[in-house]
């Protein structure tokens, strides 16, 4: 029953009684996002040619916590002209060693290092790996708790997944650059070749991870599955396809569904794109575009939210957006349904449960037929 | 150039392009392995699927016995020319070689590159074999 519905049945008096003891709950739960959105240029932008990049304009206090940023922020922080963001490091964000990293090698931000996306999740869930390596991994990048960080990458999932585990082990101030690089080329900003080598640090100056809480583990989320919790929803951030259960979406996988109880967030065509929460010129969707494209799904905003995909990449997204406007109620269910998938008797459905049109049965029931095959 | 000569030219052509496309395809796969998210994943998949199957440690000593085989073969044969005996000589080696100094944790496409050198191998044997001789 949402908030709205709820509110209708109760007389004018108990209304603003109500109304009156949810503020003081919010204001000493979360901070009240007090971004507006605007379809405009960054507030520093001068003459950058961003007309098309989208950004949620944030007051100077929410900077820290604000993620996707426009090249024209971006240039100005590594300019030193941004309070409070001091010698950032820059990094490209692709899958991959930086031997093999063709994009980065072919063109990247001035001083731009690169990191591997790989750094920070490993085989067999493709999870984030054990504190320890992704405190090296990021140690190894030239960065620590107080460094600025600002990413970038072609692929906004993947760049998502690694600014998420930077997040996630305690990195305080985590940018996406909105656009990427193709966002900084057109904006006639300065790039270059060379390689460069991060300079790796020593101290993480906190211990890893600072926001474990970030983080669902499978058992949790298949507890507040089976506890009935109406307020917990396990979103899922896939395709049409492989939330109805015709595919895995990954060669992979061999098994399609969704966990017993998963409602649908939008995705994308396929397990490769976003074109839900990603538009095509690779800037992330606002907060009220989000809020827009949840209209009529099986949750809302003020869920106590966990968000999935296959293996974590696509989640990400929904995750920092609400992130970078001040909620708290969301989390990342890591494993997914790779994951999800390894548990013979976790239970399992097959279809849209809107639709009536779903079948529940348990993992090993499942055939071992779906995995995605290219055409 | 005596017949035998042009036996033994063809023989060696042979294995060489045996032996280069093996391990051109073994690099390829190496790089195409840390360059595709989705074909390392899928390889990840595979190597588990295969170590359920099959007994990977029993296959690979086997692999690596039929290599040393070879190289004994190699020097007792008196048929052969000897740019055939150390090319295939060779080949043992790297191949045996590649099989005990390598594994899955260093590299993840190990069990495919292992099956493309050992296809190339035995094929490059046979060639020997056939090809090489007095």
Not at chain 1, 176 to 204: L, M, Q, R, S
Not at chain 1, 289 to 306: C, R, T
Not at chain 1, 319 to 348: A, C, S
Request: hydrophobic share 40%.
């Amino acid at each position: 029953m949402s908030i709205n519905t709820f509110k209708e049945k109760i007389n004018m008096k108990s209304k603003s009684l109500i109304a009156l003891g949810l503020a003081l709950l919010l204001a000493g739960c979360q901070a009240a996002p007090t971004a507006s959105t605007a379809d405009s240029k960054s507030a520093s932008d001068a003459g950058a040619a961003s007309e098309t990049v989208k950004v949620t304009e944030r007051s100077a206090k929410d900077e820290t916590t604000r993620v996707y940023v426009s090249p024209q922020w971006a240039k100005d922080a590594i300019e030193g002209k941004i309070d409070g963001v001091k010698d950032p490091v820059v990094i490209e964000a692709s899958w991959g060693p930086v031997a093999d990293a063709k994009e980065y090698k072919e063109g990247h931000i001035k001083g731009a290092v690169h990191a591997d996306i790989n750094s920070i999740e490993d085989e067999p869930y493709w999870n984030l790996r054990p504190a320890d390596q992704v405190k090296s991994a990021i140690l190894a990048a030239g960065v620590d708790a107080d460094t600025p960080v600002i990413f970038y990458g072609s692929d906004m999932s993947g760049t998502s997944r690694i600014a998420f585990a930077y997040l996630w082990a305690g990195v305080k101030n985590v940018k996406i650059i909105n656009g990427g690089y193709e966002a900084w080329k057109n904006a006639g900003f300065e790039t270059e070749t060379t390689v460069n080598e991060p300079k790796a640090k020593t101290d993480f100056k906190a211990t890893v991870p600072v926001h474990p809480e970030y983080v669902l583990a499978i058992e949790d989320a298949y507890k507040n599955l089976e506890s009935g919790d109406k307020n917990f929803k396990l979103v899922s951030i896939r395709s049409l396809a492989e939330f109805e259960g015709k595919t895995s979406g990954y060669s992979y996988i061999d098994k399609a569904g969704e966990p017993k109880g998963a409602v649908w967030g939008k995705a994308g065509s396929d397990p490769y794109h976003m074109e839900d929460y990603v538009h095509a010129d690779n800037t992330v969707i606002t907060l009220d575009e989000m809020k827009q494209l949840w209209s009529g799904l099986d949750f809302n905003i003020d869920n106590k939210l966990a968000f999935y995909c296959g293996t974590g990449w696509r989640a990400t997204i929904p995750f920092l957006i609400m992130y970078e406007n001040g909620f708290t109620n969301m989390q990342l269910y890591d494993g997914g349904w790779f994951q999800w998938t390894m548990n013979p008797d976790y239970p399992v459905q097959v279809g849209d449960p809107k639709s009536g049109n779903v079948q529940y049965t348990t993992v090993k029931e499942l055939p071992n037929d779906k995995a995605w095959k290219e055409n | 150039m005596t017949r035998h000569g042009k036996k033994t030219r063809v023989s060696v052509i042979l294995m060489s392009v045996l032996q280069i496309i093996s391990l051109i395809s073994a690099y390829y796969l190496h790089k195409l392995t840390r360059a595709k998210l989705g074909l390392l994943r899928h390889l990840v998949y595979l190597n588990g699927k295969w170590e359920k199957a099959v007994n990977i440690e029993m296959i690979k000593y086997s692999f690596i016995a039929f290599a040393a085989a070879v190289i004994i073969f190699a020097v007792l044969r008196k048929r052969s020319s000897l740019a055939g005996k150390v090319l295939i000589s060779v080949s043992a080696l790297v191949f045996s070689g590649y099989l005990l100094f390598f594994s899955k944790s260093m590299d993840r496409a190990y069990y495919a590159i292992s099956l493309v050198l050992a296809a190339g191998f035995i094929l490059e044997t046979l060639v020997w074999l056939i090809t090489d001789r007095k």
